[in-house]
Nanobody
Framework: QVDLVESGGGLVQPGGSLRLSCVAS????????MGWYRQAPGEQREWVAV???????HYADSVKGRFTISRDNAKNTVHLQMNNLKPEDTATYYC?????????WGQGTQVVVSS
C-alpha cells in the first residue's frame, strides 16, 4: 500500500516562510520525477514544482524565485521550502510522483497566508 503523507503547513503572515515535507511509504520513488501540487478552494489542482531523479528542478512561474523543492531519496522524502509567501499561495499542498497513473493522493497539508 502506498502512502503519501504531507506535513508542515499552517497559518503564516504574508512574507513568511514554511517548509513542507512529504514522506512516501510503500513506494520506491528514487527514479521518479516528484512534484508538489496545490489546490485552492474552488480551484483545480495545479502543479507547483517538480524535481527529477537527478535533482533537476522546475517551478511554476507563480512561485519561481520563492519556492525550492528538494528530495532525499534515502528517506523517501520530498521537501518544499516556501519563502516570501503571499495570500494567493493559500491552498492545500500535495506531493506525488509524476506518472501517467500516480499513486493515490495523500490528505495534503493546508497553508494559509493571511495577516
Amino acid at each position: 500500500q502506498v502512502d503519501l503523507v504531507e506535513s508542515g503547513g499552517g497559518l503564516v503572515q504574508p512574507g513568511g516562510s514554511l517548509r513542507l515535507s512529504c514522506v512516501a511509504s510503500g513506494i520506491d520513488f528514487r527514479f521518479d520525477v516528484m512534484g508538489w501540487y496545490r489546490q485552492a478552494p474552488g480551484e483545480q489542482r495545479e502543479w507547483v514544482a517538480v524535481i527529477t531523479s537527478g535533482h533537476t528542478t522546475h517551478y511554476a512561474d507563480s512561485v519561481k524565485g520563492r519556492f525550492t523543492i528538494s528530495r532525499d531519496n534515502a528517506k523517501n522524502t520530498v521537501h518544499l521550502q516556501m519563502n516570501n509567501l503571499k495570500p494567493e499561495d493559500t491552498a492545500t499542498y500535495y506531493c506525488n510522483a509524476v506518472r501517467d497513473n500516480p499513486p493515490p493522493w495523500g490528505q495534503g497539508t493546508q497553508v494559509v497566508v493571511s495577516s
